[in-house]
């Protein structure tokens, strides 16, 4: 598919980089080298994704572009694919935290950037049928992206979404890292970072509680102790 792609980065080769290998892909690339200036671009047209660099210049960081957005109900099902310094950890962490998609790298491998970009771009594209996935409290709208717990609406970002619709049709399943890293972020069988899983499990159960009357959001997404996750029924 062709999409218009909005790149953020602080330094022009990669930048250039960015460009070139996706417009080879066939979508339209618009570069951004600041915060601020992403926030114009995306204020006057939506991108169908957002690849944010995590360190930028003083001033709007990827983190803060990424916590804008995700409080922005317009923006709440944008992808955005981070990029980082190879090695911060702790960089990945703020960014899922703040609600990024995936990350990837640098430097990185072009393969593996066309491959998140495809991946995510594939999850963005919303169901063409009407569906309503309800357990317990929880109620799922595949149309609106949005979950409500016992009568108060959580939104999602469409990752949050596509994980928690997962495993709500495999309820009472333990489900490994890596077979939810295949099922929801596409990537090829026993690859990809468990901690991508951890991390939005994390900010799901922080939602659920937080919105919600269940005291211990853990109850609905468990932790299966040297297996993985599950939607327990």
């Given at each position: 598919?062709?999409?218009?792609?909005?790149a953020t980065d602080?330094?022009?080769?990669?930048?250039?980089?960015?460009?070139?290998?996706?417009?080879?892909?066939?979508?339209?690339?618009?570069?951004?080298?600041?915060?601020?200036?992403?926030?114009?671009?995306?204020?006057?047209?939506?991108?169908?994704?957002?690849?944010?660099?995590?360190?930028?210049?003083?001033?709007?960081?990827?983190?803060?572009?990424?916590?804008?957005?995700?409080?922005?109900?317009?923006?709440?099902?944008?992808?955005?694919?981070?990029?980082?310094?190879?090695?911060?950890?702790?960089?990945?962490?703020?960014?899922?935290?703040?609600?990024?998609?995936?990350?990837?790298?640098?430097?990185?491998?072009?393969?593996?950037?066309?491959?998140?970009?495809?991946?995510?771009?594939?999850?963005?594209?919303?169901?063409?049928?009407?569906?309503?996935?309800?357990?317990?409290?929880?109620?799922?709208?595949?149309?609106?992206?949005?979950?409500?717990?016992?009568?108060?609406?959580?939104?999602?970002?469409?990752?949050?979404?596509?994980?928690?619709?997962?495993?709500?049709?495999?309820?009472?399943?333990?489900?490994?890292?890596?077979?939810?890293?295949?099922?929801?972020?596409?990537?090829?069988?026993?690859?990809?970072?468990?901690?991508l899983v951890r991390?939005?499990?994390?900010?799901?159960?922080?939602?659920?509680?937080?919105?919600?009357?269940?005291?211990?959001?853990?109850?609905?997404?468990?932790?299966?102790?040297?297996?993985?996750?599950?939607?327990?029924?």
């Amino acid at each position: 598919m062709c999409a218009y792609i909005l790149a953020t980065d602080d330094d022009p080769d990669v930048l250039l980089t960015l460009a070139r290998v996706l417009t080879r892909e066939g979508h339209r690339v618009e570069k951004a080298s600041s915060g601020e200036e992403a926030l114009r671009r995306l204020a006057i047209q939506r991108p169908d994704m957002l690849i944010l660099d995590i360190m930028m210049p003083p001033g709007m960081d990827g983190l803060a572009v990424c916590n804008q957005l995700r409080a922005d109900e317009h923006f709440m099902d944008l992808p955005i694919l981070f990029l980082t310094a190879r090695g911060s950890v702790d960089d990945v962490v703020s960014g899922l935290d703040a609600g990024g998609d995936d990350y990837v790298m640098k430097p990185f491998e072009l393969a593996e950037l066309t491959a998140r970009v495809r991946a995510l771009l594939r999850r963005n594209e919303h169901e063409t049928t009407s569906k309503v996935l309800e357990l317990g409290d929880v109620r799922l709208d595949t149309n609106t992206y949005q979950a409500s717990v016992a009568g108060t609406a959580i939104q999602l970002t469409a990752t949050e979404y596509k994980l928690l619709h997962y495993m709500m049709e495999h309820v009472n399943q333990a489900l490994s890292p890596y077979r939810l890293l295949e099922a929801v972020w596409d990537y090829p069988p026993r690859s990809g970072d468990p901690d991508l899983v951890r991390a939005h499990i994390r900010n799901l159960r922080a939602k659920i509680e937080k919105k919600s009357k269940i005291p211990d959001a853990a109850a609905f997404i468990r932790t299966i102790h040297g297996v993985g996750y599950m939607v327990a029924g």
